[in-house]
């Protein structure tokens, strides 16, 4: 203990004499606690609310019946029989039945007079006022059909709604009017499959936000992914595959995922459209609550319920009431679930939300170590370098080895924990403000509890005794007898530049592992996760000396001569004190590097999910009834179109009937499923100007065509080829949904680049079944509308003469849809529905590349805020760096205002250190960047979702914005030291340059 304390006050002593450093070092702990405060506050909130929200899921009732998930994830619950309702009406201990169901609807605010902003958002340009369909995702509020006398829930405004009247009013819950901003007595337009209808609005109810995973294993929460009553969209990282195998080894059963009942009646006459539904099950937490009759008004057919909300007489309790009717509800077909409080609260302990939170979580307190790591270091790293003389001193007087490391690991958490300390105080005292003046930044709530203060401990205290090894390790091996040599000296060239190549080294394992070593997908995917990835790192640890070396020899006499500086002046200024150097760059490349390969890896991406020019100027589809053959002839009629440039189509979403293969493993999301696409083929791919001008990557484009029309034949996109690892003269076999014993057989006639299908068919309505699809393939007209019994025509490609406002043409090709209005058509598990008005949905190419960039923007960005936040805390680095810089100079500095050097001269040439680091990071950053964006790129071919060939995309706007912010950060960390300098007398700077000496 003595020992200790002894150790202790060198500390202290030491850091007294030199506060500014130790302050600069607090500061950083600080701002990456806070950081970690901000992310993980959030989940504190969400974790310390579960029971509070249970509760409020539940309102009114005590426990919910449904039926039990029987389908795969996407299939909506089975209907629950009417006798069983009846029963439980019976049941004495029964105060109240409410019967409801869930429907997907797309809901928007009525427009006013006064309002003229125009919903630019990507989900906005692509759905806006439209029907829902089965690609996009599940997004907006959800129709609830209730019978109920009162409301559910705790009334915020308006009254619940009048059991006699059936006039068109709605109850919302309160997160949908301020998602729609809509009060009581406004309008809400809420579009159907088959109707659109406005519904006044009457009241407001108060729903919980967070919904629950009731249904095991596709139950989503909201603000992580879609809620309950919703269904996954068929984007990338988004649920496993919606196909199930049946037995008999067949990969691909009846169509079935995301319809409310597995199979669809056979037809001879025509094909069933699968209804978009939603995605889970219970009650909806986004609700738009009207009777059964405004819902049958709404969807075209009756309500049927799919959840009982129950409450229980105050005589009953939960568990008697199971027990006496666990077995009942077992023996029903399909079999019933109870869904009591703890469900209810499990549910919300494994939602979607609540998960995401808790990543979020761990990515910040991951940074936040790599931050405190490198301030600390960076810190330890330049004391050793000073004291050394000092510690060779101490070591001749009467210190050990240990007693020197426990001098760096004593002042590491000290520094640490006082800067843990001051981060709880300005997290907590963050997140009591940021939560009243920007609830925006805190959506979930935000609470300081034992968990936060936990993790924000740990972290701290892990990266204190990371970063003190390294420092501590070096001052062990300083000997007494280097008291009386000099204390730095340059570093021999074979050093940098033996640790450059071996860093290079491991930087090319990971490309090499990418792109060119024969590996199975599951062995690349571990060999890069565990092995050459980490390598990665470590090589650009390794590189960043002989960075630094080189942006010195490189860039230093471009920085002097740019600020007018003698060149003698930085010569091998940052080489001669590599350690501090290397560090600063180390610790600004944490947050610029992550930025760069996110920023990357995001546009890089992007690319294959483009539309590209191939794609005509829009997809009209005329849902849900299509156009007669004599119809047909009204879309090149309308003004606006070209009419030699029109394309009728047949277009089906049918399974793929792999035999006892099953699906290719590389399109685990889709891969049970694809879209057929009927044209003319001549009309389509030949002439100097095709209406779709795709490039042939395999096959003859003349040859192809001719096979085409012959029948039989089908042309595919590249990343399907590349996935299925099918090629030309191989055949795919397809189910008709509308026969499901019937096969069609298609021969492979070529392979073309189609890049931006996925989602030009995510918005456009092809995806007629299924919400997920592994491929889009190209054969006859003809042939398609025979084999997948499709009488009628739903999908026209047109192109328009120049200059056509593209809400005018929609409007135009509506005036055809609505000609149809009041015929019938026929929806898997629903059976006849009316169309009480047909729509016309156009998907124009150039809206959906809007769309996407907007989306990726934002996701992307997103993405990079953690990122972007870590730089500007590890500029606190580079002060630390640059005050370590001054001292140690001061005696140089005081020389050289002796013989005539100005202010201003010693001012530039300590910005033009700082200059040279910001350059160093840039440049191991950006060398990181591209490394690890484009490997990821390449290993997305392997993750089940995408098997495309790898693009490469720098994106050098995006790029710049984080290298101009990182010289930013590194000319405000140089001015302080560099104004303190400037401003000293030579004689000043003389006898503190000897003080140090």
Same mark, same amino acid.
């Not at 029963?87 to 309002?115: C, F, H, I, M, W």
């Not at 269904?231 to 169509?255: C, L, M, T």
């Not at 301030?375 to 210190?399: C, D, N, P, Q, Y």
């Given at each position: 203990?003595?020992? !200790?304390?002894? /150790?202790?006050? &060198?500390?202290?002593?030491?850091?007294?004499? $030199?506060?500014?450093?130790?302050?600069?070092?607090? !500061?950083? =702990?600080?701002?990456?606690?806070?950081?970690?405060?901000?992310?993980?506050?959030?989940?504190?909130?969400?974790?310390?609310?579960?029971?509070?929200?249970?509760?409020?899921?539940?309102?009114?009732?005590?426990?919910?019946?449904?039926?039990?998930?029987?389908?795969?994830?996407? @299939?909506?619950?089975?209907?629950?029989?009417?006798? &069983? %309702?009846?029963?439980?009406?019976?049941?004495?201990?029964?105060?109240? =039945?409410?019967?409801?169901?869930?429907?997907?609807?797309?809901?928007?605010?009525?427009?006013?007079?006064?309002?003229?902003?125009?919903?630019?958002?990507?989900?906005?340009?692509?759905?806006?006022?439209?029907?829902?369909?089965?690609?996009?995702?599940?997004?907006?509020?959800?129709?609830?059909?209730?019978?109920?006398?009162?409301?559910?829930?705790?009334?915020?405004?308006? =009254?619940?709604?009048?059991?006699?009247?059936?006039?068109?009013?709605?109850?919302?819950?309160?997160?949908?009017?301020?998602? /729609?901003?809509?009060?009581?007595?406004?309008?809400?337009?809420?579009?159907?499959?088959?109707?659109?209808?406005? &519904?006044?609005? +009457?009241?407001?109810?108060?729903?919980?936000?967070?919904?629950?995973?009731?249904? @095991?294993?596709?139950?989503?929460?909201?603000?992580?992914?879609?809620?309950?009553?919703?269904?996954?969209?068929?984007?990338?990282? *988004?649920?496993?595959?919606?196909?199930?195998?049946?037995?008999?080894?067949?990969?691909?059963?009846?169509?079935?995922?995301?319809?409310?009942? @597995?199979?669809?009646?056979?037809?001879?006459?025509?094909?069933? +459209?699968?209804?978009?539904?939603?995605?889970?099950?219970?009650?909806?937490?986004?609700?738009?609550?009207?009777?059964?009759?405004?819902?049958?008004?709404?969807?075209?057919?009756?309500?049927?319920?799919?959840?009982?909300?129950?409450?229980?007489?105050?005589?009953?309790?939960?568990?008697?009431?199971?027990? @006496?009717?666990?077995?009942?509800?077992?023996? $029903?077909?399909?079999?019933?679930? /109870?869904?009591?409080?703890?469900?209810?609260?499990?549910?919300?302990?494994?939602?979607?939300?609540?998960?995401?939170?808790?990543?979020?979580?761990?990515?910040?307190?991951?940074?936040?170590?790599?931050?405190?790591?490198? %301030? %600390?270091?960076?810190?330890?790293?330049?004391?050793?370098?000073?004291?050394? *003389?000092?510690?060779?001193? &101490?070591?001749?007087?009467? /210190?050990?080895?240990s007693q020197i490391a426990g001098i760096i690991a004593i002042e590491s958490v000290v520094l640490a924990m006082v800067g843990w300390g001051g981060g709880l105080l300005a997290g907590w005292l963050m997140v009591l403000v940021g939560s009243r003046l920007l609830p925006g930044l805190f959506s979930s709530g935000a609470v300081l509890g034992w968990g936060c203060v936990l993790l924000t401990g740990v972290t701290v205290l892990v990266g204190a005794l990371g970063a003190a090894i390294v420092p501590a390790w070096r001052a062990m091996r300083i000997q007494p007898l280097d008291a009386m040599s000099p204390r730095t000296a340059s570093p021999r060239f074979s050093w940098w530049l033996a640790l450059g190549v071996l860093g290079l080294v491991m930087v090319t394992a990971t490309p090499i592992t990418v792109f060119a070593m024969p590996l199975s997908d599951e062995a690349r995917k571990w060999c890069y996760s565990f092995v050459t990835y980490p390598l990665l790192l470590i090589g650009m640890i390794l590189l960043a000396p002989a960075v630094v070396v080189l942006c010195e020899r490189i860039f230093a006499p471009l920085v002097t001569r740019l600020l007018r500086l003698d060149q003698r002046m930085m010569k091998t200024q940052l080489a001669s004190n590599l350690w501090r150097g290397v560090g600063a760059t180390l610790a600004l490349s944490v947050g610029l590097g992550l930025f760069a390969s996110t920023q990357t890896w995001g546009y890089s991406m992007l690319v294959p999910f483009t539309p590209g020019d191939w794609m005509p100027d829009a997809l009209v589809a005329f849902h849900p009834v299509g156009l007669s053959e004599q119809e047909e002839s009204r879309v090149a009629e309308v003004d606006g179109v070209k009419a030699d440039q029109v394309m009728p189509l047949a277009i089906e979403q049918a399974k793929f009937d792999w035999g006892d293969v099953g699906p290719p493993k590389r399109l685990r999301m889709g891969g049970d499923n694809g879209i057929v696409f009927g044209l003319d083929p001549r009309a389509a791919f030949a002439g100097e100007h095709p209406i779709a001008d795709v490039e042939f990557v395999a096959g003859d484009r003349d040859s192809a065509i001719e096979l085409l029309a012959d029948g039989g034949h089908c042309v595919i996109p590249e990343d399907f080829a590349m996935a299925s690892g099918l090629g030309i003269g191989d055949t795919v076999t397809l189910i008709p949904p509308a026969a499901e014993k019937e096969r069609v057989r298609y021969e492979i006639a070529g392979i073309v680049s189609l890049p931006g299908w996925q989602w030009m068919t995510k918005f456009s309505g092809v995806r007629r079944h299924f919400v997920r699809t592994g491929t889009l393939l190209f054969t006859d007209r003809s042939a398609v509308k025979t084999d997948f019994h499709l009488p009628r025509t739903e999908f026209f490609w047109v192109n328009f003469e120049s200059g056509q406002d593209l809400k005018t043409m929609e409007a135009r090709f509506q005036a055809i849809a609505e000609e149809q209005a009041g015929e019938t058509f026929q929806a898997t598990g629903v059976g006849e529905v009316k169309a009480y008005r047909p729509f016309a949905r156009m998907t124009a190419t150039e809206t959906v590349r809007k769309a996407i960039r907007k989306h990726a923007d934002g996701m992307i960005w997103g993405m990079s805020y953690m990122p972007l936040i870590t730089l500007v805390v590890m500029s606190l680095a580079v002060v630390n760096t640059i005050i370590a810089s001054v001292r140690s100079r001061t005696w140089e500095f005081g020389v050289m205002r002796s013989i005539g050097v100005t202010r201003g001269q010693l001012i530039r040439l300590v910005f033009a250190e700082t200059l040279l680091i910001a350059l160093a990071a840039c440049l191991l950053s950006l060398t990181f960047g591209l490394v690890a964006g484009w490997c990821g790129v390449g290993m997305a071919q392997f993750g089940g979702w995408f098997a495309g060939p790898p693009s490469f995309r720098i994106p050098w706007s995006q790029l710049s914005f984080g290298f101009a912010l990182t010289l930013i950060l590194c000319l405000l960390a140089g001015l302080w030291p560099a104004m303190r300098t400037g401003r000293a007398e030579p004689l000043a700077l003389l006898q503190a340059g000897r003080a140090t000496q």
């Open positions: 203990m003595t020992n !200790l304390r002894f /150790l202790f006050k &060198l500390v202290s002593s030491q850091l007294r004499r $030199h506060p500014g450093r130790a302050v600069i070092t607090t !500061l950083g =702990v600080i701002a990456s606690t806070c950081a970690v405060v901000w992310v993980a506050s959030g989940y504190d909130a969400l974790v310390s609310q579960f029971d509070e929200n249970a509760g409020k899921y539940l309102g009114r009732y005590d426990v919910l019946v449904m039926a039990k998930p029987a389908g795969p994830p996407g @299939a909506s619950a089975p209907a629950v029989p009417p006798a &069983l %309702i009846d029963e439980l009406e019976q049941d004495a201990g029964v105060l109240e =039945v409410n019967p409801t169901s869930n429907y997907r609807v797309t809901a928007t605010r009525v427009a006013k007079a006064s309002d003229d902003e125009v919903d630019t958002t990507p989900l906005g340009l692509l759905i806006g006022s439209r029907p829902p369909v089965n690609g996009a995702p599940p997004i907006g509020p959800k129709l609830v059909s209730t019978p109920a006398a009162e409301a559910p829930y705790e009334m915020v405004d308006g =009254v619940w709604l009048d059991g006699e009247n059936e006039a068109n009013t709605v109850v919302v819950a309160e997160q949908v009017a301020k998602e /729609l901003e809509v009060a009581v007595g406004d309008e809400i337009l809420v579009t159907s499959f088959g109707n659109q209808v406005n &519904l006044s609005v +009457i009241g407001i109810v108060e729903q919980v936000d967070l919904a629950p995973s009731l249904n @095991a294993p596709g139950g989503r929460g909201k603000r992580g992914g879609p809620s309950r009553g919703e269904k996954v969209e068929g984007g990338p990282g *988004r649920g496993g595959d919606i196909s199930a195998k049946p037995p008999g080894g067949k990969a691909n059963g009846p169509a079935g995922s995301g319809g409310r009942v @597995a199979n669809p009646t056979q037809t001879s006459d025509g094909s069933q +459209i699968q209804l978009p539904t939603g995605f889970g099950s219970g009650i909806a937490t986004d609700a738009l609550y009207v009777r059964p009759t405004v819902a049958a008004k709404v969807n075209g057919y009756e309500a049927k319920p799919e959840v009982l909300q129950v409450a229980l007489r105050d005589t009953v309790t939960v568990d008697q009431f199971r027990e @006496a009717w666990q077995t009942r509800f077992a023996s $029903h077909r399909p079999a019933m679930q /109870l869904i009591d409080f703890e469900a209810v609260r499990g549910g919300m302990e494994s939602s979607r939300s609540v998960s995401g939170q808790q990543s979020q979580a761990w990515a910040a307190t991951g940074m936040a170590s790599l931050a405190a790591i490198f %301030i %600390i270091f960076s810190t330890l790293s330049m004391g050793v370098s000073e004291r050394a *003389r000092e510690f060779a001193m &101490l070591r001749a007087v009467a /210190l050990t080895r």
